[in-house]
């Protein structure tokens, strides 16, 4: 019982990431509601983090996984796991990844930032998993 608990708890940290800016947005499960936070240059990207992790005392982190329309890994893909990889070897929080198709194109297209597509990646993962 105690680790439902725990889950309804969790703070959650969406990553919307990209080679010039990285959208993040936040949730915490207990509400299942995400909230666009920031834009943030590639160069800050680890500060950052660290900062979130220690001041909004973060749980759980789902980053964005580009594929392919036809659900295929491409070369955007490898650089995210390659990012996630070096993230999970700074941080003890569990890192998990969400198909992030179309999230930044409904952003765009409603005139929103990578913050916002973070929200709908993080949106998803949300209502899919609590």
């Not at 979130?52 to 749980?59: A, M, Q």
């Not at 409603?110 to 609590?130: E, F, H, T, W």
Request: hydrophobic share 40%; proline share 2%.
């Amino acid at each position: 019982m105690e680790n439902v608990s725990n889950k309804k708890n969790q703070k959650i940290l969406a990553i919307d990431y990209g080679q010039s800016k990285v959208g993040l947005a936040l949730a915490d499960a207990e509400t299942k509601i995400a909230l666009p936070l920031t834009v943030v240059s590639f160069n800050n990207l680890r500060s950052k983090i660290e900062d979130l992790i220690k001041s909004e005392e973060i749980d759980k982190i789902v980053v964005g996984l580009p594929l392919g329309l036809n659900g295929q890994e491409t070369r955007q893909t490898n650089e995210v796991q390659a990012f996630i990889e070096d993230l999970r070897s700074k941080t003890n929080v569990e890192i998990v990844t969400e198909d992030e198709r179309l999230s930044t194109a409904l952003a765009k297209k409603q005139g929103k930032d990578d913050a916002v597509a973070a929200m709908y990646i993080l949106q998803s993962y949300l209502d899919r998993n609590y």
